[in-house]
């Protein structure tokens, strides 16, 4: 099975947002992943629910929508509206991760839950049944253009067992390059977000190409 890419406009040229998820999609993109920071959660400021709006006519690809916020439950059901296809959330930004997942797929979306580098996979250990992606952060959120964190790859190696039995995809999201992409791959991962791996250059065929 060939890994999906799932490539995040966070370091696009935001004057472009339109052009750029077209070309992206283009460019054989599977997902387009929207970095919503809040600059309170995550250093970084980035957009809201009417970027996700905006561009829901520019392409037919699911929307992969990661929400670094501090007030989540208040935000999802605004993505959700705004045509967003899978809404993750980090887990320390819930006091009731249960209640979160149940709200998301309450709104008929896939359910997600994202990872810090420090945070133990335990958490998601008895809310399996409401998953739909576990999104694996390889650096602390925030920019685009970090250096991967090694031990991650056991994180994504414990996950990977266990969730065995379970229709859960693995995410991961974080200094994706062809070198570490492999390693993510080998490690368990289904889902590559990709940011300036591709971006770099323009040549965005070609970068994805070199990913997959
Ligand atoms: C970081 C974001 C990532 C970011 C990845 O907080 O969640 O999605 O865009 O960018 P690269 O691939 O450049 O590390
Ligand atoms: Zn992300």
Known sequence: MMVKISQSILSVNYAKFGQEVEALENAGADMIHFDVMDGH????????????????????????????????????PWFADAGADIITIHAETVQH????????KSLGKKAGVSLNPS??????????????????????????????????????????SMIKGYDIEIEVDGGVNPMTAQECVSAGADI?????????????????????
Do not use: C, W
């Open 192 to 212: 590559l977000v990709a940011g300036t791996a591709v971006l770099v250059g323009g040549k965005y065929k070609e970068n994805m190409e070199a990913l997959r």
């Open 119 to 160: 945070t133990s996979e335990e958490v998601l250990k008895y809310v399996l049944d409401k998953l739909d992606l576990i999104l694996v952060m390889t650096v602390n959120p925030g920019f685009g253009g970090q250096d991967f964190i090694p031990s991650q790859l056991e994180k994504i190696a414990r996950i990977k």
């Open 97 to 104: 991760l249960d209640r979160a997942l149940s709200l998301i």
């Open 41 to 76: 959660y995550v250093p970084n400021i980035t957009f809201g629910s009417q970027l996700v709006k905006s561009l829901r006519p520019y392409s037919r690809l699911p929307f992969d929508v990661h929400l670094m916020v501090t007030n989540p439950m208040e935000m999802i």
